[in-house]
């Protein structure tokens, strides 16, 4: 059943394909493409997520992280959004995302990488202009980060798409049918 006011939000770890998949989903859909860094990057006035970040620390990220959901996704209908790796974890996040995808506002897809997949995908992306969120670096605190988070976007999600092994293009397609189109 797909209800075509309902708008698709992608969430996931680094390297999970978000923003590339959203952009291919929103022009296959013809639908508008968030990025969840970029409002929050706006909000703060800085020219990056590496620059805010180092600004305001992630507690003052994560706030304005939560404010750009609540104002600019949630509720925004037709759109594809996606989140920041740690969107759930802001403040109230989880508990918006949740009552969003309870009433049919958005159709929230967990984009799950196993640690040995996000790292291969970081590597070739070049991970260096992402903040740590645990001091030790990025490509060190995959493992880590994924077992922090992996259950929480689980519970979260209305569907889990695994990416290890698919293509762009065959998960661009799955997620224009998740999303109706």
């Known amino acids: 059943m797909s209800d075509i006011r309902r708008g698709l939000v992608l969430m996931g770890l680094r390297g999970s394909g978000k923003s590339t998949l959203g952009r291919l989903v929103a022009g296959r859909l013809g ?3 968030v990025d969840l860094d970029d409002v929050t990057v706006g909000l703060l006035g800085g020219p990056g997520v590496p620059e805010v970040w180092s600004r305001v620390g992630e507690a003052g990220f994560r706030e304005a992280e939560a ?3 609540a104002e600019r996704v949630l509720g925004a209908g037709r759109q594809v959004v996606a989140l920041g790796g740690g969107t759930p974890t ?10 969003a995808v309870g009433d049919g506002r ?3 897809v967990y984009l799950r990488g196993t640690p040995a997949t996000l790292r291969e995908r970081l590597e070739a992306q070049g991970a260096g202009d992402r903040p740590s969120l645990t001091g ?3 490509l060190a605190e995959i493992e880590s980060v994924f077992a922090a ?5 689980r ?9 290890g092994g698919e293509s762009v293009e065959s998960l661009t397609a799955l997620l ?4 109706g189109g």
Do not use: N
Request: proline share 5%.
């Open 31 to 33: 639908w508008p493409f």
């Open 67 to 69: 404010l750009g959901l």
């Open 90 to 99: 802001a403040p109230g996040a989880a508990e918006m995302l949740r009552a």
């Open 106 to 108: 958005i159709e929230l």
């Open 136 to 138: 030790r670096g990025t």
């Open 149 to 153: 988070r992996d259950e929480l976007y």
């Open 155 to 163: 519970g979260l999600a209305s569907r889990v798409v695994e990416i």
């Open 176 to 179: 224009v049918s998740v999303a």
